[in-house]
């Protein structure tokens, strides 16, 4: 797993933790802290993994980007974007390479 991710200015370090992770009163495979920042995973989700890290990078996004059509505590719509962009991401494999490599010839931020 990634040791961090970077949304918008904030970087958010990634970590893996064996305790039951709880968010209002309820057990998950990870949470977000905007606060600190930290982005936790429970180590002990299995193939969860990729999508509960999506998951919570989608709540990073929306937070960092007051995007207000999508409200931060909306799980569902949270859990829909960012199982469509994981697999975008996973039936097309080169599309990161090509994306980086467009942004770094463009030199734009």
């Known amino acids: 797993m990634i040791d961090s991710v970077r949304i918008g200015s904030i970087t958010y370090p990634v970590s893996e933790t064996a305790e039951p992770i709880i968010v209002d009163n309820a057990v998950c495979y990870g949470a977000i802290d905007y606060v600190k920042p930290l982005i936790q995973i429970n180590a002990n989700c299995g193939a969860h993994k990729p ?13 960092e980007y007051r995007i207000e059509d999508v409200p931060a505590g909306d799980e569902k719509a949270i859990d829909l974007i960012a199982k469509g962009i994981l697999n975008v991401l996973i039936d097309n494999p080169r599309l990161i ?7 770094v010839s463009k030199q734009q931020v």
Do not use: D, F, R, W
């Open 51 to 63: 999508a509960t890290l999506m998951h919570e990078i989608m709540h990073g996004i929306v937070n």
């Open 97 to 103: 390479e090509q994306v980086t490599n467009y942004k």
